[in-house]
């Protein structure tokens, strides 16, 4: 019987203790002060639209990862971008965020157009007419990005609107290039 008591009393103790646990982790998940722990929606920018997924890592350093799924239509190809992001409540202004990252992509393109101004090349001034082609040929580009951003976690809503300013760094088919991209963000949250 004292047997049967004991174990009763530490299942009771282990069920409390596992109980005071998941809340705690509850309490602490979160996004720290962000007001939501993950977030999904389209992105719709100047060089990229396409989806965006965030999601802030355990613990109350308010810090989050951000994935970008993207369709560059100028350029007929597509990019995947992955960011760390930290974000820095706004005191006065709750539910708005300002966030700053850094990250990398990597991405494919098809083809390309290719455009002469005859005019320039011969030094003539009126004398003009212009040549068109395009390559065919999938190319593959990687870079870094730089992202600085404001985010408003919509009180009553599980929306979340933020506005970016994302330039990058790419290497493509042996040319380095420097961009720059601005987009306006609308997730869910949850």
């Given at each position: 019987?004292?047997?049967l008591v004991l174990v009763l009393l ?144 919509m009180e009553d809503l599980p929306f ?31």
């Amino acid at each position: 019987m004292k047997r049967l008591v004991l174990v009763l009393l530490f299942l009771g103790l282990l069920g409390s203790v596992e109980g005071a646990y998941a809340q705690s982790k509850k309490k602490s998940s979160g996004g720290g002060g962000a007001g939501y722990s993950t977030g999904i929606g389209l992105r719709g920018g100047g060089w990229s639209s396409g989806l965006t997924f965030k999601h802030f890592l355990s613990g109350k350093n308010n810090v989050a990862f951000e994935g970008l799924l993207t369709r560059e239509y100028a350029a007929r190809g597509g990019r995947l971008t992955l960011l760390l992001e930290k974000h820095v409540p706004v005191s006065d202004f709750k539910g708005l965020q300002f966030y700053y990252g850094a990250g990398a992509h990597i991405g494919s393109y098809q083809g390309r157009y290719y455009f002469t101004d005859s005019r320039y090349l011969r030094g003539k001034k009126y004398d003009y007419y212009r040549n068109y082609w395009y390559d065919d040929t999938n190319y593959i580009v990687g870079g870094a990005d730089l992202i600085l951003g404001l985010e408003y976690k919509m009180e009553d809503l599980p929306f979340v609107i933020g506005v970016d300013y994302k330039p990058f760094f790419e290497v493509f088919d042996g040319y380095t290039g420097f961009y720059n991209d601005a987009a306006v963000s609308l997730r869910f949250a949850f």
